[in-house]
């Protein structure tokens, strides 16, 4: 069955960096829509940022533009998430998460549909 399996992520001080993995198997469609996710205490799912593994488009909410990057290695069907300059207000668990868009479908324009999710990380920015 579809796994997505989570790595990275622990403390970090304000200003610091991070990097969290997420490996996905037990599937063969191509073209697919990875994203992150994050939910902080007491706040809703948030989508964080995406990557096409059919185009290379991506997708970064506005709180996080310039100081994320999403990156993929389609060899090994995974997506890293390269975390800068964090603040207190990145501190979240943050989820991976799959969606297939086919050849025609929309890549990374919604953070909208995804069907399956890894088990979700632990991010805390915090001096």
């Known amino acids: 069955q579809v796994q997505l399996v989570q790595s990275g992520g622990g403390l970090v001080q304000p200003g610091g960096s991070l990097r969290l993995s997420c490996a996905a198997s037990?599937?063969?469609?191509?073209?697919?829509?990875i994203g992150w996710f994050r939910q902080a205490p007491g706040k809703e799912r948030e989508g964080v940022s995406c990557?096409?593994?059919?185009?290379?488009?991506?997708l970064h909410a506005d709180s996080v533009k310039g100081r994320f990057t999403i990156s993929g290695d389609n060899s090994k069907n995974t997506v890293y998430l390269q975390m800068n300059s964090l603040e207190p207000e990145d501190t979240a668990v943050y989820y991976c998460a799959i969606k297939w868009v086919g050849r025609f479908g929309d890549t990374c324009r919604t953070f909208r549909g995804y069907a399956f999710w890894g088990q979700g990380t632990q991010v805390t920015v915090s001096s």
């Open positions: 037990g599937f063969t469609l191509d073209y697919y829509d």
């Open positions: 990557i096409s593994s059919r185009d290379g488009n991506t």
